[in-house]
């Protein structure tokens, strides 16, 4: 799904502009960014919890060159979905 079909999917089911419903979604990514960089966790009860993992620094090894290269650590999105909506996806 895209973020124009699934905007105009969400003005349908409200009964608002599309124009309306995607200067919400914008707000909320903005908000849910911002949150998630200022406390590591957000937790939307019966979707799941986003959180930011720290990934270590790692050796990589390049067959190609026969060389090892140092990749950097960095910060990456982990997503656990809630007992809800895994039972909504398994119905």
Known sequence: MTHKTFVQSLAERLGMDEAEVSALTEQFV???VQEMQ???LVSVQGFGNFEIKEKAERKMYNPTTKTFKIIPGKKALSFKMSATLKGRINK
């Open 30 to 32: 903005d908000v849910f």
């Open 38 to 40: 200022t406390s590591n």
